[in-house]
């Protein structure tokens, strides 16, 4: 080999050594080998004697309902146009459909279910509901506006008008020698001692919607008093709220002990074994930006961010009470099957477990039993 075809040679071995080295930096992994070649790709699975079935609900959001064992969820129906809310037992039944509304309050001081239907400000409507018959009860709603806030009142007792430098005239505060902000809040407190009364021995209301309220925690400006009786603030008016009654917006989290059991304390659904990496997706993560778009530093032109995503495979067990059932999931493929919350717990092999994956509800059960 001459001298010519050495160099050559040599620099594409550096170079498709830097290649390599490259994609390991940007997140190439080595394939590995399936470790479960006799186990079947889902919705096949191990066990014949078994069936897994998926129900046609979208269920987007659940929430448990306090002293019952049933369920409130956000979900969607395929011959719906609209996600609503509803009532849904453990074993997957609907009970009851509340329709389309914006949010859901959870009352555990009157036993209540609250729907609420709000376009904007000073536009809510409300439906109450029992929360163990669903009968709907009779509702009262306030929606507060506070005669005067703290701003308006300290005005009233210390603004004085001043014309700025533009010319136009505005009211600014000027206390006294020895008097302090403290001072006329206490005055406030006291001259509004009715309303600091109703402010603090309202109730909280535990809100729950589509995807970020998850009905736990409390809602800030949706209360009920011990009539029953639904108030609205405005937040607005929080800095004179929070004067009068001080943690008024303070989260309050309510505890229930029949929450459903997560993937990583479940006692029926588990991953026997590891996921392994089966190929790899390049990025090129190539796009244009221009002037002023985030990230870009200013100026226009390319942008890249290459990188390799990994294709993974899943492996899955599934079990009634002895009965067991295996399978794995690509997770390329529809219908992956990342389990992650079971809603019931099956006392023996004839009963039926019902688990949520990915918004989808799901069945397990002996072949020949109806679910």
């Not at 806030?149 to 300290?154: A, K, M, R």
């Not at 929070?242 to 459903?260: G, Y």
Request: glycine share 6%; aromatic share 12%.
């Amino acid at each position: 080999m001459s001298r010519k075809n050495i160099k050559i040679f040599v620099f594409f071995l550096i170079a498709i050594a830097a290649l390599i080295a490259y994609s390991f930096h940007i997140g190439y992994k080595i394939p590995q080998k399936d470790k479960h070649k006799d186990w079947p790709e889902y919705p096949n699975h191990s066990n014949k004697d078994l069936i897994i079935k998926a129900d046609k609900k979208e269920i987007l959001n659940f929430t448990t309902i306090p002293k019952s064992d049933l369920l409130l969820i956000y979900y969607k129906n395929p011959d719906s146009a609209n996600h609503t809310y509803g009532v849904m037992s453990r074993n997957g039944k609907l009970v009851i459909d509340f329709g389309y509304n914006t949010t859901v309050y959870i009352d555990e001081y009157h036993n209540r279910l609250i729907a609420e239907n709000s376009s904007g400000r000073d536009s809510s409507t409300f439906a109450v509901y029992d929360s163990k018959t669903f009968k709907r009860l009779p509702t009262r709603y306030k929606n507060v506006n506070i005669d005067q806030s703290f701003d308006q009142y300290l005005k009233k007792e210390r603004g004085v008008e001043k014309t700025d430098s533009t010319g136009i005239k505005q009211i600014v505060i000027e206390l006294k020698p020895g008097e302090t902000e403290a001072l006329f809040k206490e005055k406030y407190i006291k001259k509004n001692a009715n309303f600091a009364l109703l402010l603090k021995n309202l109730k909280a209301l535990y809100a729950f919607n589509d995807e970020q309220l998850d009905g736990y925690r409390s809602a800030g400006y949706t209360k009920t008093d011990q009539n029953g009786v639904i108030y609205k603030f405005d937040y607005l008016e929080k800095e004179s709220i929070e004067i009068l009654c001080r943690n008024f917006f303070d989260d309050a989290f309510r505890e229930d002990k029949n929450k459903p059991t997560n993937a990583n304390n479940a006692n029926h659904i588990s991953t026997p074994d590891s996921s392994i990496v089966v190929a790899n997706n390049f990025d090129s993560g190539f796009g244009i930006y221009t002037r002023g778009s985030a990230g870009s530093g200013g100026g226009s032109g390319p942008l890249s961010d290459p990188k390799f995503e990994q294709i993974y495979l899943n492996y899955h067990q599934l079990r009634l009470h002895r009965l067991t059932t295996f399978f794995k999931q690509d997770n390329r493929k529809s219908n992956e099957a990342v389990y992650s919350m079971e809603l019931n717990q099956p006392k023996s092999d004839n009963d039926t477990l019902v688990f949520l994956a990915e918004g989808r509800l799901y069945y397990l059960y002996k072949v020949n039993k109806e679910k």
